[in-house]
């Protein structure tokens, strides 16, 4: 941008199209030329907002939307612009208390947060049949066909925390955390006298955040954990943090979740490791699945391959100094 190239006419074209087809529609009130720009973009966008504003009043302009790394754009009326986002639940139970006020109280404008909600959700694959033509849902049937035939070995670079994946692991280089919510067998036994639903609410903050997870990849096929955690969909993992299983002459039901620290202080633990106490020394306990106990212990001594992520360099938003 600002360099002489045909974006610069398009996106000046494209504006007056649009402001000619829909500028009297009521809920077209704010404009920008884009998103994260590039080139010398900081002077282009300043004369695309001072046109704007001369030329059509219906709405208010900003240069474009940015990330915490791009300037500031001296002649835009609102600011849409990263910073004021994030949650600090990785080092904190998750509150609303939090606020943001001292990071956008230094400029008169009036302040947007840029992409604030892109927390992940693994892929609903019933929708693919919604998208045909140009908006063929090619990446999740990729996806889903990863997920059919990948077999993974083991090690401790999956990194858990309570909030999700953030936007796209592979876009920033498997940077944690990895995971995108708990798949939990609420209807479970093991959970007679500890209230869940199916999805990680707010109790399993303190029993999931930073925990480390289990590899379940060489479990026998079809093995389901009764505590799931989802992994991101470019390596779709089976994974687990609370299983059952019948070993040997045996029962076994194993969890990586700290069960044992501090109890009196943590009463989500105390009551999860007192419910599945419970379930052991019931009639109930009659795991569906059969673990060899090799496949178990290599749980604590199997190691991965190093995770290849296709790429020697990062993407411009977590390099130092991009303007």
Same mark, same amino acid.
């Given at each position: 941008?600002?360099?002489?190239?045909?974006?610069?006419?398009?996106?000046?074209?494209?504006?007056?199209?649009?402001?000619?087809?829909?500028?009297?529609?009521?809920?077209?009130?704010?404009?920008?030329?884009?998103?994260?720009?590039?080139?010398?973009?900081?002077?282009?966008?300043?004369?695309?907002?001072?046109?704007?504003?001369?030329?059509?009043?219906?709405?208010?302009?900003?240069? #474009?939307?940015?990330?915490?790394?791009? #300037?500031?754009?001296?002649?835009?009326?609102?600011?849409?612009?990263?910073?004021?986002?994030?949650?600090?639940?990785?080092?904190?139970?998750?509150?609303?208390?939090?606020?943001?006020?001292?990071?956008?109280?230094?400029?008169?404008?009036?302040?947007?947060?840029?992409?604030?909600?892109?927390?992940?959700?693994?892929?609903?694959?019933?929708?693919?049949?919604?998208?045909?033509?140009?908006?063929?849902?090619?990446?999740?049937?990729?996806?889903?066909?990863?997920?059919?035939?990948?077999?993974?070995?083991?090690?401790?670079?999956?990194?858990?925390?309570?909030?999700?994946?953030?936007?796209?692991?592979?876009?920033?280089?498997?940077?944690?955390?990895?995971?995108?919510?708990?798949?939990?067998?609420?209807?479970?036994?093991?959970?007679?006298?500890?209230?869940?639903?199916?999805?990680?609410?707010?109790?399993?903050?303190?029993?999931?955040?930073?925990?480390?997870?289990?590899?379940?990849?060489?479990?026998?096929?079809?093995?389901?954990?009764?505590?799931?955690?989802?992994?991101?969909?470019?390596?779709?993992?089976?994974?687990?943090?609370?299983?059952?299983?019948?070993?040997?002459?045996?029962?076994?039901?194993?969890?990586?979740?700290?069960?044992?620290?501090?109890?009196?202080?943590?009463?989500?633990?105390?009551?999860?490791?007192?419910?599945?106490?419970?379930?052991?020394?019931?009639?109930?306990?009659?795991?569906?699945?059969?673990?060899?106990?090799?496949?178990?212990?290599?749980?604590?001594?199997?190691?991965?391959?190093?995770?290849?992520?296709?790429?020697?360099?990062?993407?411009?938003?977590?390099?130092?100094?991009?303007?």
């Amino acid at each position: 941008m600002g360099r002489s190239l045909p974006i610069d006419k398009y996106l000046m074209d494209e504006t007056k199209r649009m402001t000619r087809e829909y500028g009297n529609y009521p809920s077209f009130t704010f404009m920008a030329s884009g998103n994260e720009p590039r080139g010398a973009w900081v002077p282009w966008v300043s004369k695309f907002v001072d046109y704007w504003k001369a030329t059509d009043s219906r709405r208010v302009y900003t240069g #474009a939307s940015v990330g915490q790394g791009w #300037a500031w754009q001296p002649k835009s009326q609102y600011h849409v612009k990263a910073g004021v986002r994030g949650l600090s639940w990785n080092n904190s139970q998750p509150e609303t208390m939090s606020d943001y006020r001292s990071k956008i109280d230094t400029i008169k404008q009036p302040y947007v947060s840029h992409e604030t909600g892109q927390w992940c959700a693994f892929p609903n694959f019933d929708e693919i049949k919604k998208y045909t033509g140009v908006t063929r849902a090619k990446n999740f049937e990729l996806f889903q066909e990863d997920l059919a035939d990948k077999k993974i070995q083991y090690g401790k670079d999956v990194v858990q925390h309570y909030s999700p994946v953030f936007w796209n692991t592979s876009w920033f280089k498997m940077c944690p955390p990895h995971t995108t919510g708990l798949r939990i067998d609420n209807l479970h036994p093991v959970f007679n006298d500890f209230v869940t639903e199916n999805w990680g609410n707010m109790q399993w903050w303190e029993l999931a955040n930073r925990t480390q997870i289990m590899l379940l990849t060489d479990f026998p096929k079809g093995f389901q954990p009764i505590v799931q955690p989802i992994d991101t969909w470019f390596v779709n993992r089976k994974l687990g943090l609370l299983y059952e299983a019948k070993v040997g002459k045996g029962k076994l039901i194993m969890t990586s979740i700290d069960l044992t620290t501090n109890l009196e202080e943590r009463p989500v633990a105390e009551c999860l490791f007192r419910s599945i106490i419970n379930y052991m020394k019931s009639d109930k306990f009659e795991p569906a699945f059969t673990v060899d106990s090799k496949t178990v212990s290599d749980l604590f001594t199997k190691t991965a391959a190093p995770f290849n992520t296709y790429t020697k360099s990062s993407p411009d938003e977590l390099k130092k100094d991009v303007k």
